[in-house]
């Protein structure tokens, strides 16, 4: 594969960057472009994100070496160039793939990834406390934080700012890495000239000194008056008011992808004193007409044809993402009450449709996970019935809001949980295991996990309408194919018996019913004849059938796609021990510790949750903790 780009073929590294000439370099960009198409159409991955930065990759490693310069990637799906140029080129390949490199910045995996990310905008604070530790060693090396203008939306990417522009440290550089196009009119030669001009000493040098006399003649007052001048006057050609005002000097915006005008920019900020706030205008998925033409069905991709742009289909069965968008449109035609919030997450969660025919009543908050649940919270204070939409993953950044605004004052919000469960091969960062756990320990919520995309309707009916703070959570990826029906409320807190057995008995939660009903069919193979209930209510469960259950069973299985520690097996052992009953348990789950990329099967085989393994594990259980056991 390598041998096709004739300039990435024989560099090693970012080292070899000094040997080449312009005109090698601008081959080399395109070299990148190319081997991130070729690697993302086989493995999926963030295409969008890294074609636009490719410029901005080069530029920054032939003006800083990040072996002693600290280069922090806000979120880390716009790293691919960065890692192909970080002694990863060969291993770029394995991208996204079980025991291959991330898809994000991950410290283990690299010297070069300074920072591990994921989730978004955690750069800025994390540079700043590296840029602080390295004043205190007295260590002169740069530190720089890279984030995206949809990241600077966030909370802590403005804490992080308010903080660097109160410890005023030097050597510090934010790059705000705009590609909305919303100000492209400012981008073109005069701005690139302008910033030239000012961060060049001969501009400086002058203002700093100016800056000097004017303190000892008039004082700290004089000082604030020259800025507010200089502020103002800036003000006039360039939209970086507000990151003056938080004590940033602003540069730009600069075109991102004149690569050598911003290398010399990124030179020339170097000897500047105080945090440097510099703006730089990308495309999404330059280089790349499909990515370009539609850069949000191009920022995450799954395996796709690269001459046709054609993603590649796996299943005809609709995804629980549409399921769950189509029928909050249904009932939203029926009920002008319902609302639907999404922080930054439209796509993603299934609310295009929402979006276009009820505009006045979807709210896109920006990656503002914190803020979306306590409007969530004003807007049911207002006799609404919000719906508010994320990932599991980034459930967790709104966990104080969860309970103190909205569970402690018992507010009828419904989050509707999107990839719970292993996501595959975003990994880590994004597997959403901990939503049950984190969840069960709050008071007044209630949580469901529905086994098809039916059920899923079910309840996301019953919790609309049940008036209490409702978490409704769903795995990624496609459902069953099961016939669609009309919704019907489902009693808050009961299981579902599906099939009797006897002695066994196999208490599963979501995805895994249907796993369990597989594992039935095994086990019957080896003698055994367990019960399998769908445990839709992981809170409050069905306690008069789980009494029932364990009166009846001597053997309780349980089995969810969410950590073991504190998660539904843990609910089922606590009733267990606090009632009195002796049963032997056996849950599956996630173990305790973090579990990397890979697909989805790969890693479920990895983790004893597939079919095969769970059906060897409960027989060898059985027979184990009773030889005796009559099986007839």
């Known amino acids: ?68 310069d600290k280069i922090v990637w806000d979120v880390g799906h716009q790293t691919y160039a960065y890692k192909i140029l970080t002694d990863r080129k060969e291993s770029f390949k394995t991208l996204r793939q079980y025991k291959g490199i991330s898809g994000f910045s991950k410290i283990k995996e690299s010297k070069y990834d300074h920072f591990g990310t994921g989730h978004s905008s955690t750069s800025i604070s994390a540079a700043l406390g590296m840029r602080v530790g390295k004043d205190l060693k007295g260590d002169e090396s740069y530190t720089i934080a890279v984030i995206g203008d949809g990241a600077m939306t966030a909370g802590q990417a403005f804490e992080g700012l308010n903080n660097a522009g109160w410890l005023d440290p030097s050597r510090f550089i934010v790059i705000l890495n705009d590609n909305q196009m919303s100000i492209s009119p400012n981008v073109g030669a005069i701005y690139t000239y302008f910033n030239k001009i000012i961060t060049k000493q001969v501009f400086q040098k002058p203002r700093q000194k100016l800056k000097e006399a004017i303190n000892k003649i008039f004082g700290d007052q004089g000082v604030k008056i020259f800025r507010k001048i200089e502020e103002y006057t800036k003000g006039l050609f360039a939209p970086g008011i507000i990151f003056e005002e938080l004590g940033f000097t602003y540069v730009g915006p600069i075109d991102g992808h004149s690569l050598f005008d911003l290398e010399q920019t990124l030179e020339n900020v170097k000897s500047m004193r105080g945090p440097i706030l510099i703006h730089v205008i990308t495309q999404k998925g330059k280089g790349y007409k499909f990515a370009e033409k539609n850069p949000v069905v191009f920022h995450g991709v799954s395996p796709f044809d690269k001459i046709s742009g054609i993603f590649n289909k796996t299943s005809t069965a609709p995804s629980y993402s549409k399921v769950f968008g189509d029928a909050l449109v249904e009932l939203a035609e029926k009920d002008e009450k319902i609302v639907a919030i999404t922080p930054a997450m439209k796509e993603g969660s299934g609310l295009v449709e929402f979006a276009k025919r009820f505009p006045n009543r979807f709210f896109d908050v920006g990656i503002a996970e914190q803020h979306a649940a306590t409007f969530a919270g004003g807007l049911a204070l207002e006799g609404f019935k919000p719906v508010a939409a994320y990932y599991s993953t980034f459930l967790q950044r709104a966990y104080d809001q969860v309970i103190h605004d909205i569970a402690l004052q018992e507010l009828p919000v419904l989050f509707a949980i999107d990839r719970g469960g292993l996501v595959g091969d975003d990994g880590p960062t994004h597997h959403g295991v901990f939503d049950i756990a984190f969840l069960r320990l709050v008071p007044n919520i209630i949580i469901a996990a529905p086994k098809d995309e039916q059920e899923l309707r079910d309840f996301l009916y019953t919790g609309l309408n049940s008036g209490k703070t409702f978490a409704l959570r769903y795995p990624r990826g496609n459902g069953y194919g099961v016939k669609l029906e009309d919704f019907k409320e489902i009693k808050i807190g009961s299981w579902e018996e599906l099939v009797s057995g006897r002695d066994v008995a196999i208490l599963a939660v979501g995805k895994y019913v249907y796993r369990a009903l597989e594992v039935k069919k095994n086990l019957k193979l080896k003698g055994f004849n367990p019960t399998v209930i769908n445990a839709r209510f992981i809170k409050p469960m069905d306690e008069e059938l789980l009494k029932r259950v364990l009166k009846t069973h001597e053997f309780i299985i349980t089995m969810e796609d969410g950590v073991l520690n504190g998660g539904f097996g843990s609910a089922v052992a606590e009733y267990i021990l606090d009632n009195g009953f002796s049963n032997k348990l056996l849950r599956f789950g996630i173990p305790d510790r973090f579990i990397e990329h890979g697909k989805v099967e790969i890693l479920e085989k990895d983790l004893g949750l597939d079919i095969s393994s769970m059906t060897d594990k409960i027989s060898e259980f059985i027979v184990k903790k009773q030889p005796a056991l009559n099986i007839a």
Request: with cysteine; aromatic share 6%.
């Open 1 to 68: 594969m390598m041998g096709e780009f004739k300039v990435l073929s024989k560099i090693k590294n970012y080292k070899d960057l000094k040997n080449l000439t312009k005109e090698e370099i601008t081959d080399l960009c395109q070299d990148i472009r190319d081997y991130i198409i070729e690697v993302t159409s086989i493995n999926g991955g963030h295409i969008g994100p890294s074609l636009g930065t490719v410029e901005l990759t080069v530029a920054l490693l032939m003006a800083f070496d990040p072996e002693k």
